[in-house]
């Protein structure tokens, strides 16, 4: 994968298929053989031009090229990467819900409590979405009164000491300056009311524990501690304001064969010598089903196919699958197969293993000694 194709297209690796397509249109008229006859260069940049065009103006070519450009020893090992950084609590979310900052008209001070709740899923009900239930414990904003503490919701006065403003200003004198500074009315804590008289149901502090059943969606997509808001479903105020927030934080359970990375998913596959020499079609899983993946003659173990539209799903993104073939070697052999073994590595590996061919020439100049010689 020495060749930069974006570089030969002059496009940038971002550059979306029309962009690519007018540039590749536009170089070609101009590298054009008719405008340049016995013209070796301009003949072999024309091949070039085309050789890009046929990988990047192919969605899935382009995809396969973009992961070995970024993993040019990709083809040669298996196994993933030490996978442990996923979306974290803060990174994906309001998109996921309506959940906006607070912008009502009552005092920061007198919301109630946020909550943060922890339900787990499985992996394949977050990647397709799904309905949830909690049931938890909160404070729940009396009925009765709602929330206010005071008979009906109405029994009130304007508190005397800040003339229902909610705070009062401190004055400061320090040498010649004057300093006004304000604080939270400590009569009705910022309130600017007083009850006259109690609501019987909650005896005046407004709320009530109570168990709250709450169903919601998740969409499809969501990843490991990503989280929804519900606005006001926290602990309700114990001041008459409004009630906290609830967050819930999701935990996505491991798969038995599929790793995630935001949108990508990452698959081993296990296949037989046979199949890797010989080539063949494998059934591999995806979320929704399963597709035939090519396996081409000749497949090295730990070559990595990477498959445009496979992976994880949401309303915005459609991730790729990343399957990394894995050859596994036979631990059990009968005599007989051990012998039909040894014809064959004879016969046959030596002879046609370029890698194994330049190993040898190169240790065998280095040192006399022939790595594979069996004596
Ligand atoms: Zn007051
Ligand atoms: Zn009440």
Same mark, same amino acid.
């Given at each position: 994968?020495?060749?930069?194709?974006?570089?030969?297209?002059?496009? @940038?690796?971002?550059?979306?298929?029309?962009?690519?397509?007018?540039?590749?249109?536009?170089?070609?008229?101009?590298?054009?053989?008719?405008?340049?006859?016995?013209? !070796?260069?301009?003949?072999?940049?024309?091949?070039?031009?085309?050789?890009?065009?046929?990988?990047?103006?192919?969605?899935?070519?382009?995809?396969?090229?973009?992961?070995?450009? !970024?993993?040019?020893?990709?083809?040669?090992?298996?196994?993933?990467?030490?996978?442990?950084?996923?979306?974290?609590?803060?990174?994906?979310?309001?998109?996921? /819900?309506?959940?906006?900052?607070?912008?009502?008209?009552?005092?920061?001070?007198?919301?109630?409590?946020?909550? #943060?709740?922890?339900?787990?899923?499985? =992996?394949?009900?977050?990647?397709?979405?799904?309905?949830?239930?909690?049931?938890?414990?909160?404070?729940?904003?009396?009925?009765?009164?709602?929330?206010?503490?005071?008979?009906?919701?109405?029994?009130?006065? $304007?508190?005397?000491?800040?003339?229902?403003?909610?705070?009062?200003?401190?004055?400061?004198?320090?040498?010649? =300056?004057?300093?006004?500074? /304000?604080?939270?009315?400590?009569?009705?804590?910022?309130?600017?009311?007083?009850?006259?008289?109690?609501?019987?149901?909650?005896?005046?502090?407004?709320?009530?524990?109570?168990?709250?059943?709450?169903?919601?969606?998740?969409?499809?997509?969501? @990843?490991?501690?990503?989280?929804?808001?519900?606005?006001?479903?926290?602990?309700?105020?114990?001041?008459?304001?409004?009630?906290?927030?609830?967050?819930?934080?999701?935990? $996505?359970?491991?798969?038995? =064969? =599929? +790793?995630?990375?935001?949108?990508?998913?990452?698959?081993?596959?296990?296949?037989?010598?046979?199949?890797?020499?010989?080539?063949?079609?494998?059934?591999?899983?995806?979320? @929704?089903?399963?597709?035939?993946?090519?396996?081409?003659?000749?497949?090295?173990?730990? +070559?990595?196919?990477?498959?445009?539209? +496979?992976?994880?799903?949401?309303?915005?993104? $459609?991730?790729?699958?990343? $399957?990394?073939?894995?050859?596994?070697?036979?631990?059990?052999?009968?005599?007989?197969?051990?012998?039909?073994?040894?014809?064959?590595? #004879?016969?046959?590996?030596? +002879?046609?293993?370029?890698?194994?061919?330049?190993?040898?020439?190169?240790?065998?100049?280095?040192?006399?000694?022939?790595?594979?010689?069996?004596?």
């Amino acid at each position: 994968m020495a060749k930069d194709y974006y570089k030969i297209l002059g496009v @940038d690796k971002k550059a979306s298929q029309d962009e690519i397509k007018s540039q590749y249109r536009k170089l070609a008229r101009q590298y054009h053989p008719d405008l340049h006859p016995n013209d !070796e260069a301009a003949a072999n940049k024309f091949k070039e031009i085309n050789e890009a065009n046929e990988v990047l103006s192919d969605p899935q070519k382009r995809a396969q090229y973009d992961y070995e450009l !970024e993993n040019p020893y990709a083809s040669g090992q298996g196994g993933f990467g030490g996978g442990s950084g996923f979306g974290d609590f803060s990174s994906i979310f309001d998109m996921f /819900t309506g959940g906006f900052g607070g912008s009502g008209s009552r005092k920061a001070d007198t919301k109630g409590a946020d909550r #943060t709740i922890e339900i787990s899923i499985s =992996f394949l009900d977050a990647a397709k979405g799904c309905t949830k239930e909690v049931n938890y414990s909160r404070k729940e904003p009396c009925a009765e009164c709602k929330g206010t503490g005071a008979k009906d919701g109405t029994s009130f006065k $304007v508190c005397e000491k800040c003339h229902g403003t909610g705070q009062i200003q401190y004055t400061t004198n320090a040498f010649i =300056f004057q300093t006004v500074s /304000t604080k939270t009315c400590p009569d009705c804590r910022g309130t600017g009311k007083k009850i006259i008289h109690k609501c019987s149901k909650c005896g005046g502090v407004g709320y009530s524990r109570s168990q709250t059943k709450l169903k919601f969606d998740i969409p499809a997509g969501a @990843d490991n501690k990503s989280y929804i808001k519900k606005r006001g479903m926290g602990d309700a105020s114990p001041l008459g304001g409004e009630p906290g927030d609830l967050y819930v934080v999701i935990n $996505v359970e491991p798969h038995k =064969f =599929f +790793k995630r990375k935001n949108y990508d998913l990452y698959l081993e596959l296990p296949i037989s010598y046979k199949t890797a020499v010989m080539g063949g079609k494998i059934a591999v899983p995806s979320i @929704d089903e399963t597709f035939m993946l090519d396996i081409p003659e000749g497949t090295q173990n730990g +070559k990595v196919f990477a498959i445009r539209g +496979k992976g994880i799903k949401s309303r915005m993104q $459609v991730g790729t699958m990343y $399957v990394t073939v894995f050859i596994e070697v036979p631990t059990k052999l009968s005599r007989a197969q051990k012998e039909m073994l040894t014809q064959y590595d #004879t016969d046959l590996e030596i +002879k046609q293993s370029s890698k194994m061919n330049a190993f040898k020439n190169d240790v065998q100049s280095l040192y006399g000694v022939n790595p594979y010689d069996k004596k």
